[in-house]
Nanobody, 117 residues
C-alpha cells in the first residue's frame, strides 16, 4: 500500500536547523511531484516547498527562500526538507505530499517541528 512516512521533526532553538525526511513506498516515486506542507496551530495547511518528478524544478514560499531546501533521492525513494535559520513562526506539523494527477494525491501523517520564541 501507499505510504509516506515523515521523520526528523523535534525541538530546535531559533536559528537552528533540522532536516526532515519523507520515505515513500507503494507507488512509482519518480513519477510524482513531491511537496512539503505545514500546518501551524489555528492556521490552515500551507505549501512550503515543491519539487518536480525529475527534480529539475523547485518552488518555495517567499518566506522560505534562502532558508529551506527541498531535494529528492530517487534511489532511496525519499524526499528531504533542509530547514535552516528556523524561527518560531516555523513551528508546525510538517506533512509530506505526493501528487501525480487529480486522482493520485497522497499524504503522510506529519512530523512536528517546534521552535520556541
Amino acid at each position: 500500500q501507499v505510504q509516506l512516512v515523515e521523520s526528523g521533526g523535534g525541538l530546535v532553538q531559533p536559528g537552528g536547523s533540522l532536516r526532515l525526511s519523507c520515505a515513500a513506498s507503494g507507488f512509482a516515486f519518480s513519477d510524482y511531484v513531491m511537496s512539503w506542507y505545514r500546518q501551524a496551530p489555528g492556521k490552515e495547511r500551507e505549501v512550503v516547498a515543491t519539487i518536480t518528478s525529475t527534480g529539475g524544478t523547485t518552488t518555495y514560499v517567499d518566506s522560505m527562500k534562502g532558508r529551506f531546501t527541498i531535494t529528492r533521492d530517487t534511489a532511496k525513494n525519499t524526499v528531504y526538507l533542509q530547514m535552516n535559520s528556523l524561527k518560531s513562526e516555523d513551528t508546525a506539523v510538517y506533512y509530506c505530499n505526493a501528487r501525480k494527477n487529480y486522482a493520485m494525491n497522497y499524504w503522510g501523517k506529519g512530523t512536528l517541528v517546534t521552535v520556541p520564541s
